[in-house]
């Protein structure tokens, strides 16, 4: 049975065992886990943490069992065990009225979760993600491609995995452009709000590495 907070496990043994100073009660107070938290965690002696995960519907037609197979895993190779495992609790969102986002508060507030996974659309995760910051929650974006996410100012607990943000996407593209020497480019772009956002992106990432866009036809 883990008697003490699990991140302790990694501190220095001085720390634990000398007599604590002022500053070492100011940082433990900042970084231990509540009473209230550690009860949420703890299930008969084991460290059991909830991750809420937002999906949509008909996105993802496998999700809880693909996310089943990715904690398996995770117990097959040790990194789970006796003493620490995860719940992952799966929901819907990303519908017509930002129903992930009711859904994150009920999973915080009610279900205890303590970090999140999604939502799947870019939609939703910027005010999910802005809750998480708010609630200190650590939350994955796993199809967040949108250039706003990457302000670590309003999303401080944000880490994104998807392979096709458009922050990514200009940085290649302007990669490619420098290497042949094309340094003035016109922009041709749909209309919509999807479509001001990546061009804005690239827009931004031109005027960083010297490429002059001269012309946009929308």
């Not at 049975?1 to 107070?29: A, E, G, N």
């Not at 190779?77 to 995860?86: A, K, T, Y």
């Not at 819907?92 to 999973?107: I, K, L, P, Q, R």
């Amino acid at each position: 049975m883990l008697s003490y907070p699990l991140f302790l496990l990694i501190l220095p043994s001085t720390v634990i065992t000398q007599s604590s100073t002022s500053s070492q009660d100011k940082f433990l107070s900042t970084v231990a886990p509540s009473k209230s938290t550690l009860d949420d965690i703890t299930q008969n002696g084991k460290i059991v943490i909830k991750l809420g995960h937002i999906g949509a519907i008909n996105a993802l037609r496998n999700d809880e069992r693909l996310l089943g197979i990715s904690r398996k895993s995770l117990h097959k190779e040790g990194i789970l065990g006796d003493d620490l495992d995860i719940e992952i609790i799966s929901q819907n969102g990303c519908g017509d009225s930002y129903e992930g986002v009711a859904v994150a508060a009920d999973m915080y507030h009610l279900q205890k979760v303590k970090a999140f996974i999604g939502p799947y659309c870019n939609a939703e995760i910027d005010a999910v993600a802005r809750m998480a910051a708010f609630w200190n929650l650590p939350i994955i974006g796993y199809m967040a491609a949108s250039s706003a996410l990457a302000d670590k100012r309003a999303y401080k607990t944000l880490a994104r995995i998807s392979t096709r943000s458009t922050n990514s996407i200009a940085e290649a593209t302007c990669a490619l452009l420098k290497h042949y020497r094309w340094n003035k480019v016109a922009i041709v772009t749909n209309v919509g709000a999807v479509a001001y956002d990546r061009t804005v992106a690239f827009e931004e990432v031109f005027h960083i590495r010297g490429v002059q866009v001269i012309k946009k036809v929308e």
